[in-house]
């Protein structure tokens, strides 16, 4: 069988196909960058609209397919933006209607760990999902995925988006904050939230605003910024591997790309005997094939959606749907 995925939560759209083995066949992707500010989802599902028949037929062609040949279609049902989620699920349905084939509406979060725990071989990890939207630390529990700690407010990739902005680089900041960050010298006392297991970086972005206007270096800044914020994630990540008993851990999303970040989490699972794995780049930022892959998992375990039940969800959370693969 052969399932192709198409994503379509925010900035990217991405189409992907695999086989029910977990053999990638193909793979293709655009991404809209504002000119100016953050991302405006309308402005975004139109980029979507636009590019989505080139992408398609991109990824049917590297799988040296054709659409006929598909056995499913599954699409990201959310969490995401509304006009955007909207428009990679009409494709979905109508490629399903039109080549009389399950559709299958796919949770975006878990997309994102199914994709790292194939392409990694972790087994039964916690998961940190960090990205521009999302900041979570999952792990499986009694058939679903758990949320143990998560962001009260703003997602950490949004807080390094929106200072990135605040020093006047274009969308996304998170690898110019990087860059600046390596150029700190001197860590600035920022606030450290974290409530229970949950995690709040709105304050954290406020200060560094207001240090800036005072005239706080923003290489110090952007190095504090980081430092604070990943330790916080670290910290959540090391009472959540406690608490499970696990002992892999697993980051994925875009801000995964941070070598910082990275570093301070393998350090934390070293300390601990937990084997640390990071989803290759590729995979790990928006992507169509982890739609595809989940929806293979889905339709392996039985799992069956008519048109009806096809509505996107933007609020759609990952503990939500039981985890029968
Ligand atoms: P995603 O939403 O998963 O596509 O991830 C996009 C987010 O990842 C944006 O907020 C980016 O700023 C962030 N990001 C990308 N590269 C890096 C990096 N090197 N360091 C920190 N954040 C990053
Ligand atoms: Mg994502």
Known sequence: MKIL???????????????????????????????????LPRESADFIAQNAPEILKEAIDKANLKLDEIDAFAFSKGPGLGPCLRVGAS??????????????????????????KLLTKAKDPVIVYCSGGNTQVIALAGGRYRVFGETLDIAIGNCLDAFARELGFPHPGGPKIEELAKKGKQYIELPYVVKGMDLSFSGILTECKKLLRQGAKKENLAYSLQETAFAMLTEVTERAMAHTGKNEVLVTGGVAANSRFKEMLRIMARERGAKFYTVPKEYSGDNGTM???????????????????????????????????
Not at 12 to 36: D, F, H, M, Q, W
Not at 314 to 323: A, L, N
Request: some cysteine.
């Open 5 to 39: 995925g198409i994503e379509s939560t925010a900035h990217t759209i991405g189409v992907g196909i695999i086989s029910e083995e977990g053999k990638i066949l193909g793979n293709a992707r655009a991404t809209y960058k504002p000119k100016k500010g953050g991302i």
């Open 291 to 325: 739609i595809a892959w989940v929806g293979a998992l889905m339709l392996k375990s039985g799992i069956k959606q008519s048109v009806s039940e096809s509505r996107v969800e933007q609020k759609f959370r990952t503990d939500e749907i039981d985890v029968p693969w």
């Open 91 to 116: 494709i979905a349905r109508y490629l399903s209607l039109k080549y009389k084939k399950p559709l299958l509406g796919v949770n975006h979060c878990i997309a994102h760990i199914e994709i790292g």
